[in-house]
């Protein structure tokens, strides 16, 4: 594997890792007065569904970078989902269900993070809460999206 993609896919292993712990510490108020001496209950559902996204993304790349694909700024998001698409799963190298995930964690981290407008977030699949502890719910089904994509990429490339 390139030392780009290898880059790639240790950077989406880094953002896997990182909203597992924020959603480790957000369901333990124990972890976060104890380990971190938070005075009250805080919730990161919000930045795990960011993180999650990114580990998508990332892995998207490397994978794409392994098959000689680059995508590059502006618009570099929109760019690898399209690769991801065109040159991955309609090729049948990888499975639809890979992209399926990919474009739900694009439309929940566009809603959450404020990519797109307000007229696209009402559009969107996810409907944002403006209580970080709403978001529980789709935070949990981002990680686990999130780790089942990153194993299946890593496998492929490793």
């Given at each position: ?87 991955l799963v309609s090729?049948g190298k990888l ?33 944002y809460q403006k ?28």
């Open positions: 594997m390139s030392d780009e993609a290898e880059l790639h896919l240790q950077r989406a292993e880094n953002e896997l890792v990182a909203a597992q712990m924020l959603f480790d510490v957000s369901s333990n108020p124990t972890l976060q007065k104890e380990q971190f001496k938070l005075e009250k209950d805080f919730t990161f559902y919000s930045p795990v569904i960011g993180h999650s996204y990114y580990s998508i993304f990332y892995s998207a790349k490397a994978i794409l970078i392994k098959n000689g694909i680059k995508t590059e700024a502006p618009e570099v998001h929109k760019k690898t989902l399209e690769a991801f698409e065109k040159y090729t499975d639809m269900e890979l992209l399926n995930i990919y474009q739900k964690m694009i439309v929940r981290a566009d809603a959450l993070l404020g990519i797109f407008s307000m007229e696209k977030r009402k559009r969107g699949e996810f409907t209580l970080p502890q709403a978001n529980k719910e789709p935070a949990q089904e981002s990680l686990n999206n999130a780790s089942f994509f990153f194993k299946n990429i890593n496998k492929i490339l490793r």
